[in-house]
């Protein structure tokens, strides 16, 4: 009976300890935010141009929250060749690559 009752509180412990690890894992990604790649520095500067990089930084990312949300994008009559990223833009209905 003993036993039982010390490998209830040691089992009580540990799945205490992997949730409040689980948590931590899942609050971090929320506050440090989720970056997408955009190697294309002409892709990521029409971002900027048009808002929606909100970092307004060239730097090869943005924030995937500033992504996840367009829902229309027109590259037509650039000279983007390269949209690595676009797969983050999840709420993409429109897209406009005329060449």
């Known amino acids: 009976m003993t036993i039982l009752i010390l490998n209830l509180i040691i089992m009580k412990k540990f799945y205490t300890s992997l949730l409040t690890t689980f948590l931590f894992l899942i609050f971090t990604s929320l506050v440090f935010g989720q970056y997408t790649s955009i190697p294309n520095t002409e892709f990521e500067q029409l971002l900027i141009t048009e808002s929606i990089d909100s970092e307004g930084i060239l ?3 943005v924030l995937t929250s500033d992504v996840a949300t367009v829902t229309s994008l027109d590259i037509s009559y650039t000279s983007i060749s390269d ?3 676009i797969q983050d833009f999840t709420s993409l209905i429109s ?5």
């Open 95 to 99: 897209f406009s690559n005329i060449l």
């Open 83 to 85: 949209i690595t990223g």
């Open 59 to 61: 730097d090869g990312q």
